[in-house]
Structures are given as structure tokens and as C-alpha cells.
């Protein structure tokens, strides 16, 4: 961007055009103008860096639609929280380093009665941890299980699918990668694929039990993506986009390939196949969820859906007049939405309903489950993935540091109750909450969901509250 645009506000150009809707007009290299959904304390609390990212990201080459969701926030290259919609041009940065990073949600043969206990569930937290690795790097506990090279190879190429898995219960079992793709090039992404399948990792990825508030039914939710191969595999590409784009170093997450292109067509199978990667390791971790709630409560859990929120996907666009066309939609901090209807849904088990969209919020607030609604087309079908951060990693343990001990009783002693039945207290894994990861450092769920349900983009089908946390140190 110029200088002109650098010294400019981008927030205080911005029109309101509904109570929950507002535009930012195509200013400088813009090349569409961009529409962002956020209630009116949404849109005071937002950042001038939100705005000034979501419009570098309408300037890229071949752009088409920028969107920012409710839960949006600034990030590096475009928003946290965002959508960008190409003719012909892949934005690595709107994809990110955690490729189809993304969630998954089972729904376990139990109700609130069942896990009222807290002992209960600190024996199933402990159990869960033998067979699920969690934080960073290649460990694995002794119940978790193996996989070879023919095995990590398969799933690159044909993700869900290759571990069995039934098209209904995720968003996609694998995207297509070339046969003739080498997958062994980047050999950190590569020796990375085996050691770290059916792992979660550290950051904000989690596995929680939930309470569905008003039925009790006990969900459980995994949240991860593609670990070590997918990072540096973003890694590889943010440096040579770079280097042909004629960029520095420096601004390398800035840079963009053309779909068509040699390194345009190299990145999208390796992107494609970090997505396989992520969609298959979630599924794989069900089986260790399995397996723990079954060892403590007797029970089964059962697939109900898995989605990603950080992708790039190429899809079926419905355009305001009615046609259509393809593009690529990227979703950085956003997923999916298709409606009833939606003619990438024909055939599928979600056709005339909508997919479910799966929302995590903090590890105090809980999760939604969604149902894309016809006003999902003005946001390229798309909503949050999240509730979204206020604060930063850096800056929470140190503004928070001295509300330790509160947090952590915040989280011991809460109740809540679920059809009748209360319970007390989130059990976790760690001998204090992460303040990185607390309630305090998040936006309130119910009013960024608010914004959907206001702007017909969605329906709230299911509200749920954690009542068991698993996170990974970092």
C-alpha cells in the first residue's frame, strides 16, 4: 500500500449500512470493497489494523469478495476472522500456517448425569492423555497408535478416506493432489507426517467434553490441524511466493501465486495435502476419545460432523443475480456455511438442511453448533470459527498474571445447568489454566453468534459448555 493509505484511518471510512453490517468502500488498490459483520460494540472494539489488513487483502491480484466475520481480528498478511474470494489467484497467507486447521465434534452415549462426577472426569481427562499426544513436537504416549510410511503416504493424498471414514460426517474426506506431486520435497513437512498423526499440539488446540444446556446430551470436540507438516509446508511456500513475487523476506506472508502457474499449481497440491493431513488426524484422535470414555464411563462416541475454519477451498460461488462460477474462497479464521440448497451440497447427506458449522468459543464459555441460513450467500457462505481473541498471547500472561489464582477458581467452581441436572467445574490437564487461552482474552460467543442469527447468515441449533479441557503446553 502507499504511503498516503499507510497514514490513513481505514476504520473511520467505513459506512454502516444495517445494524450488524458495515462496508468498507474500495479505497487505494482495493479492488472490491469489503463488508464486514459486527454488532455496534463489535465494530468500536475492532482494530485499525483489522481494517487496514482486510484491505490489503481486497488488493490482492484477482480478488473478487472480502468479508469479515464477527469473531475477526488482526492477524498477519489479512485478518483473523476473514474471508477472500479470488478468480484465479491462491493468497498462501490467507490460508496461514496451520493448514485446515479445524474441528470435529462427537456426540458420546452419556448425559450431564452421567459425568456430574469430577473425579470421573479427571479420570477421563487422564485417560484421554495416554492415547492422545498433546503439546508440541513428536510425543507419543504408550496407548497411542502407530502408522507407517504406505499409511501416512495414503492419507497425504486421500485423507479421510483412506482411514475409512464416511463422506457425511466431514465437510470433505480429502481435496484432490496430483499423483505425480512429490510430497517428499519439503523434508521438514515430510518427516514430520508420521511422528505427529492422531496428536493435537499445543496453542489453542484442545479436546473438550461438553454439555448440550438444554438437553444435557454430552458432546466432546477436538479442535487441531496439520501439525509440523502443514507449518512447514506453509513455511517453504510463504519463502519461494516470495522470491518469485520479487518480495522481501520479510513481507513474505504477503505474497500470492497464480492458480496456473508452476509454483501456483506446486503449492495447491502440497496445501491439498496438508488438508488431507489435518481432516484424517482428527478423525484418527477419535479413536482415542473412544477408547478413554469407554475405559471410565462405560460409553461410545459417535462422529457427528468435522469441518476446518483455515483453507483455501475451491467452490461454487452464488452471486447475487443468481449464476454462477468458480473460484478459490479463502477462509483465515472463518468456516464454511453452505445452505440448504447449496449446489456443492447436491448428493449429500447435508443437501436440504445445510452442514452443521462447529464453533468453538473459550474454554469457559463453551461451543455452538450452527445451520447456514439463506443470508449466508452475502458472506461467500461463510461464518465465524470462533468467538475471537482481544488479547494477545504475549500480553495476557503478563496483564493477567496477577488474576491467576481467580481464574483458576473461576474455572473450579463454576455451575451450570444442563436439563435440570447441575454440575460443578471445568476439569483440566494443567495445574493452572493457561491464562493465554482463558475467558478473559476472548469476546463474548453469544454476541458475535448474535450477529449471524440477526443477519440471517445462521441458526444457533445447539449451545454447549465445557465441562472437561485437554490443552497441550506450549
Known sequence: MSDVEDAMSFKYAVTKVSDNHYVLPKVGDMKVEAHAFLSEALFASSEEDCWKQIAFGASYEGVIGAYLMPDCHSGYGVPIGSVIVT??????????YDISCGILHMKADLNAGSIKSKYERERWVKEVEKRIATGKGHNRPA?????????ANEILRFGAKAIGVEAGLCERQYIPVDEAADLTKIDKAYSSVIGQLGSVGGGNHFVEMQCDKDSGEVYVMVHCGSRGYGWQTANH????????RGMPASHREGSWLRADEPLGKEYWNHHNSAANFAVANRHIIVNGIREATQEVFGADVHVY????HNLVQEETLVLPDGTRKKGFVHRKGATRAFPAGHPDLYGTLWEHTGHPCLIPGSMYEGAAILFPKEGAHKTACSVNHGSGRTMARGKAKRQLEHKQLFIDEEMATVKRVFNGVPVEGIIGNHNHVPLDECAHVYKDLDEVLAVLEAEDIARIDKRLYPVANIKGAD
Open 87 to 96: 478468480e484465479d489467484t491462491i493468497i498462501q497467507g490467507a490460508s496461514g
Open 143 to 151: 496407548l497411542m497408535p502407530k502408522f507407517g510410511k504406505d499409511q
Open 237 to 244: 511456500f510463504f519463502y519461494e511466493g516470495a522470491r518469485l
Open 305 to 308: 460432523y468435522e469441518i476446518s
